[in-house]
């Protein structure tokens, strides 16, 4: 990874932001943001200590916790159908 990588990663941990869900959004919202100039205060929402970057991570973290009790839910045993004499 280059230096520039490292210390992106860095800045995330320092905010306390969890780097897999701050990347994930930021790829998801870079788009939007590409006409923008470089001093637009719209930009401050990308950043890992703005509200609605915790809005979002705190949603996909409910949404991780959802999916993790979908998988712990036991499913019935596989039981074969018993055959009937006909």
Avoid: C, G, H
């Avoid at 870079?30 to 609605?52: G, H, I, N, Q």
């Avoid at 705190?58 to 159908?81: G, S, T, V």
């Amino acid at each position: 990874m280059t230096p520039s990588i490292y210390s992106l990663i860095d800045s995330i941990r320092k905010n306390e932001a969890n780097p897999q869900i701050y990347l994930k959004n930021l790829l998801e919202n870079v788009p939007e943001y590409f006409d923008l100039p470089a001093t637009s205060s719209k930009l401050e929402e990308l950043m890992p200590w703005s509200s609605s970057y915790k809005k979002y991570e705190d949603d996909e973290m409910i949404k991780a916790m959802e999916m993790m009790q979908i998988i712990k839910q036991e499913k019935p045993p596989y039981r074969p159908k018993k055959k009937t004499a006909a």
